[in-house]
């Protein structure tokens, strides 16, 4: 079972779409809990991060953890174009090192 | 705004060759990283560096990595005998190294392709 699973998409939704992302992890020591986007030919840029369960709004960004499923998401309210890059998640136990899903790709079409 | 920069964006040797990528981190921040991405697959972690030595490393950092902290400035990756299966694009990240959990900004990566 690999340690996090992140449907890879491609996802296409219309301008104003709500967007859902979503991983699984298996990992139970995973406590903080990430997504990055990354746009083309760039390096992640850290989003949103979580602490153990809980949402946490920012913007038009939610991120949502479930530790007792083991599973996190991201949800979009009114995607812009400007939204369409690959996210990844990514989490962490108490070492620095992060995991990553294999990112989903997002593309929202005007 | 701070960045973390990489050099070369791309880089092309020949198997076996050394390569050396380089990275300036943030300058207050006090922890640094790498990692890879191997087209089509995930990010992967490699090393992270803090006071001048390796604090973690993967299965994937084995003799043939090595990072140094040159100066006050560079962090750098070395390979030493590069093989195909080391092209990849190389992040390097780093991070305040203040508390048990910090972003860590990634820099923009750098391409490398084993021939």
């Known amino acids: 079972q690999k340690e996090v699973e992140q449907d890879p998409g491609p996802l296409s939704v219309p301008e104003g779409a709500i967007v859902s992302l979503n991983c699984t992890y298996s990992n139970s020591a995973f406590q903080y809990f990430m997504w990055y986007r990354q746009y083309s030919r760039k390096g992640p840029e850290l989003l949103m991060y979580?602490?153990?369960?809980g949402n946490k709004e920012d913007g038009r960004f939610t991120a949502q953890v479930d530790k007792s499923s083991k599973y996190i998401s991201l949800f979009i309210r009114d995607s812009q174009p400007s939204d369409s890059a690959t996210y990844l998640c990514?989490?962490?136990?108490?070492?620095?090192?992060?995991?990553f899903g294999s990112g989903t790709q997002l593309t929202v079409l005007p | 705004e701070p960045e973390v920069t990489q050099t070369p964006s791309h880089q092309v040797t020949q198997m076996g060759q050394e390569v050396i990528l380089r990275c300036v981190p943030i300058s207050n921040h006090l922890y640094f990283y790498w990692y890879r991405q191997i087209l089509g697959q995930k990010v992967e972690f490699l090393v992270s560096f803090y006071n001048n030595e390796i604090s973690e490393k993967s299965e994937i950092f084995d003799d043939q990595f090595s990072v140094e902290r040159p100066d006050g400035s560079n962090f750098t990756l070395k390979i030493r005998s590069t093989k195909l299966e080391d092209s990849a694009m190389y992040f390097c990240a780093s991070s305040e190294g203040l508390g048990q959990w910090e972003t860590q900004y990634f820099g923009p990566g750098t391409r490398l392709l084993v021939l």
């Open positions: 990514a989490m962490t136990g108490s070492a620095r090192q992060l995991t």
């Open positions: 979580t602490y153990s369960s």
